[in-house]
């Protein structure tokens, strides 16, 4: 073994220096860029007439108040499941998508990519497309480049704190916040989270960019377990392209060996915003953002040659294509037992959400018995269980409710705190916790059991909505 | 990358190798980034910062203090400080209210019943129960029946004085003599029996016939002609269901013929006046307030 210094265990962050790029699947990005960013900058402004009580912020977080609000629909602390269960769909349709479409979750929709893509786009508004930037990278730090750079993160500190400041806005009401954010009034948490977020925006959007991807999101490394042959992913046709070699106009046919299209122009590796060559094949890095496919495109229009040569395709097509057949239509490919398993647990859970959504009712209760002790036996001899009773009432105005009691025994039920009255006034909006009394006579079946069955029933006075619960009494057994 | 040297590079993936090799496997290296290396620096001055402001390394006694001077107890004093201050004006109000006229103010009440419930759980569950249900010879709490009165103004002042002790002059007070001491077996199964048949259907009627003469003549001047007891003397109504020592002959024997003395402190001597008043509400609103 030859002498020789050790490695560096650490290698400096290559820069990457995207070029412009149109075609599809470009134009595809900015529309999705300006729907994911649209919706996350305007959503907490849409208003949503909830009635007197409620607030109107169509979206709303409400920590402080336990309430989640999304347009029609009001979650309370109980109801979380909805959330459990959304993000549940999320991580399912993750699976689904990446299983039949690859990575595309990476390429089209993760925020790292969309926020990326937009400061790249600010980078090469100020600095100039590649060959300007590289040249800017390479020179000293004069008048010329302090101005770009400032310019530059100037503008990228004011995309991320309008990022880190809409984030703010989900969590109370946003013209009050923005108005008290503005007056120097809002509450350190606030200014807290967007200075966070505005940090972070700034450094993963203009600085680690690809870094995020490759080193800090465990999502690269998972993904693998979700694709097989047959998901669809962009990939370099090298049986097409290979050999590769520079472009002639004229080939002689005698002069060399047979070329493939590749002509090594490098178009597809100038493009991409990881800094990679997808045709060293499939690797980690590469989050099928699809802008390669695009600039070859472009040039397989300009040489003459079809489009394709780097395309959205399915590994099991090779040896088909190899031969010369047609690939499998896309359908086949997509259309698997892995990507059906998928949506059928994926449409599994989301009926559940829209069944359990339209099976709420706008009044619930709640019986918790109190069982230290398990019964209380009375002067006379009579059985009493005591039960907290928690009502909510959801809607916007306050309700009277009232409390009855069935079995199949004489039990009576009685109001902590009312000698005779069974109402209780339940405020909007509100869960009220009432502690009922539940008494069976000394010789009642209730009373000598060691448990029988009661029902305890609520019942709006205004509307006659009537809601229940079933628990246990339990009696003195002899 | 420059070649300035000639590097190990493994055949198969064509990666650079660190050079180490064990039994001729080969480690491969694919560096990381150095600005991890970076962050791995920054956490650690953060955490030597972070053991400089915050209380840390220990010592012989104690640990450091850390420069911000911050501690859990003084957050933890602060906060009671705040709860204190917010809840002054209520604690005014409640010392300034009769105790029968406490539930005309439902926020005070409720706050009191609050304040009382956790007075309870530490002061009162030691003999009466974390449930408040009791044990034999201390009171189950949340049934109607009270040896010294279920109204507010009757429990505050069980509560303040205490029963049966020797340390408050006020103490609610009555002594049971032992009948074992100047009644014959035979008469104490009787006067049993006959206070057995108060509350039970079963009872031997002949035996409790036997026995009614003597329970009224020894014991009615207390428990009352009938057995309904008397609250002024803290003497039991032996005609319900409820049995602070057992209801079964054994235990009515026993009773009769040695006495019980139960003995509750006076809380007036150990709480503050707000939480003897407080306690009180929550034993009051625990189902057998009167």
Not at chain 1, 130 to 156: E, S
Not at chain 1, 189 to 201: P, Q, R
Not at chain 1, 386 to 414: C, P
């Amino acid at each position: 073994m030859t002498q020789t210094t050790p490695p560096s265990l650490y290698a400096a962050q290559e820069p990457v220096f995207p070029r412009k790029v149109s075609g599809k699947f470009r134009r595809l990005k900015w529309w999705i860029m300006l729907v994911t960013l649209g919706i996350y900058y305007l959503l907490p402004w849409i208003r949503w007439d909830r009635g007197p009580n409620l607030p109107d912020q169509a979206v709303l977080l409400d920590m402080a108040g336990r309430r989640f609000y999304f347009f029609w629909i009001e979650i309370w602390p109980h109801e979380f499941y909805f959330v459990a269960g959304l993000l549940v769909m999320a991580g399912l349709g993750l699976f689904l998508f990446t299983s039949a479409l690859g990575r595309v979750w990476c390429g089209y929709t993760c925020p790292q990519t969309v926020w990326t893509d937009l400061f790249i786009l600010v980078e090469r508004w100020v600095e100039g497309d590649r060959n300007a930037r590289v040249r800017l990278w390479k020179a000293k730090w004069d008048f010329h480049k302090w101005r770009l750079r400032l310019t530059k993160w100037a503008i990228w500190l004011a995309i991320a704190m309008a990022t880190g400041g809409a984030w703010v806005f989900y969590f109370t009401d946003a013209p009050t916040l923005a108005r008290d954010l503005l007056r120097f009034d809002a509450h350190p948490i606030a200014y807290g989270t967007i200075a966070v977020l505005t940090a972070t925006t700034f450094v993963f959007g203009g600085f680690l960019r690809e870094q995020v991807c490759i080193y800090m999101c465990p999502w690269p490394r998972i993904q693998a377990a979700m694709m097989d042959p047959d998901t669809i992913t962009v990939a370099y046709r090298d049986w097409r392209g290979e050999p590769r070699g520079k472009h002639r106009k004229a080939i002689q046919p005698a002069e060399t060996a047979p070329r493939g299209d590749c002509i090594d122009c490098m178009a597809c590796v100038n493009v991409c915003p990881m800094g990679i060559d997808i045709r060293d094949g499939q690797q980690m890095e590469c989050i099928t953002c699809a802008l390669c496919i695009d600039a070859c495109d472009d040039v397989m229009d300009r040489i003459g040659k079809p489009r394709g040569l780097i395309d959205y395709l399915a590994l099991s097509d090779e040896p088909a294509e190899r031969a010369g057949a047609a690939p499998k239509p896309l359908w086949r490919h997509v259309l698997r037992p892995r990507t059906l398993f998928y949506t059928a647990l994926w449409s599994l859970v989301g009926v559940g959400l829209i069944y359990a959504l339209f099976m709420r009712s706008d009044m619930e209760l709640a019986v918790s018995p109190l069982r230290n002790p398990t019964y209380v036996t009375l002067s006379d001899g009579s059985i009493r269980n005591i039960y907290d009773v928690r009502m909510r009432n959801k809607h916007s105005e306050a309700r009277v409710f009232q409390l009855s009691v069935t079995g199949d025994t004489g039990v009576q039920l009685q109001l902590e705190g009312q000698a005779e009255g069974r109402s209780i006034l339940v405020p909007a909006d509100r869960t009220y916790l009432q502690r009922v009394y539940v008494t069976a006579p000394r010789r009642d079946p209730a009373a000598t059991q060691a448990r029988s069955e009661i029902r305890i029933w609520v019942e709006d006075t205004a509307t006659g909505t009537r809601a229940s619960q079933e628990t246990t009494f339990n009696g003195k057994a002899e | 990358m420059s070649d300035h040297t000639e590097k190990n590079v493994d055949e198969v993936t064509g990666v650079e190798t660190t050079g180490h090799s064990w039994d001729g496997i080969e480690e491969l290296n694919n560096p990381m980034p150095r600005w991890w290396l970076w962050s791995l620096y920054a956490t650690i001055v953060w955490g030597i910062a972070y053991t400089i402001a915050y209380p840390a390394w220990p010592l012989i006694s104690g640990a450091t203090t850390g420069v911000l001077g911050w501690s859990t107890r003084a957050d933890v004093a602060r906060d009671i400080e705040t709860h204190n201050a917010k809840n002054g004006p209520l604690v005014e109000q409640l010392l300034a209210t009769e105790m029968n006229r406490l539930p005309e103010n439902p926020d005070l009440l409720r706050y009191a019943v609050a304040r009382g419930g956790a007075v309870f759980k530490a002061q009162c569950s030691q003999c009466h129960g974390s449930g408040a249900a009791g044990f034999k010879g201390y009171p189950n709490l949340l049934d109607d029946d009270w040896l010294w009165g279920g109204s507010l103004d009757d429990i505050t002042y069980s509560v303040r004085h205490g029963i049966r002790n020797d340390t408050d002059d006020d103490a609610r007070f009555s002594q049971m003599p032992a009948f074992g001491e100047f009644m014959e077996k035979e008469q104490i199964r009787g006067v049993a029996e006959y206070v057995y048949s108060l509350s039970n259907s079963d009872a031997d009627a002949v035996l409790a016939a036997s026995g009614q003469p003597l329970f009224a003549e020894q014991c009615a001047a207390c428990h009352g002609e009938t057995g309904l007891g008397d609250r002024e003397q803290g003497a039991p109504n032996l005609a319900d269901a409820i049995w602070l020592y057992g209801g079964d002959r054994e235990s009515l024997i026993h009773t009769i013929t040695y006495s019980r003395f139960g003995i509750m402190p006076a809380w007036g001597q150990r709480l503050i006046e707000a939480d003897v008043r407080a306690v009180s509400a929550y034993v009051h609103g625990l189902g057998g307030g009167e």
